[in-house]
């Protein structure tokens, strides 16, 4: 019985990353917003980490402005799960496709590093970090 349930908070772990990056590339703004602790604190996306929930929409919205789409390409999570806390990490690849008619796709690839908390039997992003390995426009 413990496996099946470490197995349980694995795969919903995992389907948390999934539905990030579906929201973000399917715009669905409020399935995104519930995947977060309103206090998450994100690193790695601006000069200085985002702290709270609405700060980070915001910023998210701003920085989608002048995208008509994107798409992340996300690797299988590595997950470590102690309790009621998770982390993960995620490789990604995001490729941007501008609004703009003869604008350049910014694609960029990195890593997730995530921290999770389970909070009423579901689990939420409560730090969120953005390592970049490269980037390249056009």
């Given at each position: 019985?413990?496996?099946?349930?470490?197995?349980?908070?694995?795969?919903?772990?995992?389907d948390v990353?999934?539905?990030?990056?579906?929201?973000?590339?399917?715009?669905?703004f409020?399935a995104?917003r519930?995947l977060?602790h309103?206090?998450?604190?994100?690193?790695?996306?601006a000069?200085?980490?985002?702290?709270?929930?609405?700060a980070?929409?915001?910023f998210?919205?701003?920085?989608?402005?002048?995208?008509?789409?994107t798409?992340?390409?996300?690797g299988?999570?590595?997950?470590?799960?102690?309790?009621?806390?998770?982390?993960?990490r995620?490789?990604?690849?995001a490729?941007?496709?501008?609004?703009?008619?003869?604008?350049?796709?910014?694609?960029?690839?990195?890593a997730?590093?995530?921290?999770?908390?389970?909070?009423d039997?579901?689990?939420r992003?409560?730090?969120?970090?953005?390592?970049?390995?490269?980037?390249?426009?056009?």
């Amino acid at each position: 019985m413990a496996q099946d349930a470490d197995l349980d908070d694995r795969l919903a772990v995992g389907d948390v990353i999934i539905a990030y990056a579906n929201g973000i590339d399917d715009r669905d703004f409020d399935a995104y917003r519930r995947l977060f602790h309103p206090d998450v604190v994100l690193r790695g996306f601006a000069a200085e980490p985002i702290q709270g929930l609405e700060a980070w929409m915001g910023f998210v919205e701003k920085a989608l402005a002048p995208y008509r789409q994107t798409q992340h390409m996300l690797g299988p999570p590595s997950v470590c799960i102690e309790g009621d806390t998770a982390t993960l990490r995620t490789d990604l690849q995001a490729l941007h496709f501008p609004r703009e008619k003869g604008g350049q796709v910014f694609s960029l690839w990195g890593a997730y590093r995530t921290r999770l908390a389970r909070e009423d039997a579901s689990w939420r992003i409560r730090e969120h970090q953005l390592d970049v390995w490269g980037t390249r426009l056009g």
